[in-house]
């Protein structure tokens, strides 16, 4: 299994994934609120793991320039075709993975990163880029399953998913894991806060500033 093997997943499941309403509503609200109101109207903001767009459509209109990236070239193509449907100003999409996106003259003043850190190979070095991304102070803003504090059952079927295809890499971690994780790549935490209807515990959103 590959980051592109990966890609090939959400490829296959790009149409299936669209077509599916949101799991938790009110969760997903909560966490557009929060998160707006950390984004100021000069930002530029980078989203990692956009899928089809539904939040960068939602957001991208309170910043100045908004970039949303996934690894799935079939995702982005069904956020571009939102985005001609509904424009919205300095907003794109594209395909790309962090580690693909060099550290340029304009950071970013914000990376965003919703049900994406457990889905990236090599987490620490994740971080790291994201980090290198950000501009001084910049805040790092994600949502993140922690699939170690999750069902047994579900961390057992994983592996016997992902070698038949029905499951991309997956990686387990607790909440207290993905702390110090994103802490040793250079951040302070700001906030943890629990957004998900009763399951506030496992899929934690997090604030964190670049030091």
């Known amino acids: 299994m590959s980051m592109a093997s990966d890609a090939r997943f959400w490829d296959r499941t790009s149409r299936k994934y669209a077509a599916s309403a949101i799991a938790d509503p009110a969760g997903y609200e909560r966490t557009l609120d929060r998160t707006a109101g950390l ?26 320039d908004y970039l949303a990236t996934d690894i799935s070239p079939e995702m982005i193509a069904i956020a571009d075709g939102k985005l001609v449907a509904d424009p919205v100003p300095g907003l794109a999409f594209r395909t790309v993975t962090a580690e693909g996106l060099a550290p340029g003259t304009t950071a970013f003043d914000a990376i965003l990163a919703f049900n994406y850190l457990h889905l990236v190979r090599d987490l ?16 790092f803003i994600s949502k993140t399953p922690c699939v170690g504090e999750m069902n047994p059952i579900v961390r057992l079927a994983l592996p016997v998913m992902r070698a038949i ?47």
């Open 39 to 64: 984004l100021r109207r000069d930002d530029r903001v980078l989203e990692l793991g956009c899928g089809t767009g539904t939040t960068a459509l939602r957001l991208a209109g309170r910043v100045r």
């Open 124 to 139: 620490p070095g994740t971080l790291r880029r994201i980090h290198a991304l950000l501009a001084p102070e910049g805040l």
């Open 165 to 211: 295809g029905k499951a991309p890499h997956v990686g387990v971690f607790r909440t207290a894991d993905l702390r110090r994780r994103i802490e040793e790549a250079g951040f302070d935490i700001l906030a943890t806060e629990g957004h998900s209807v009763g399951d506030k515990g496992r899929r934690p959103f997090m604030v964190a500033r670049r030091r």
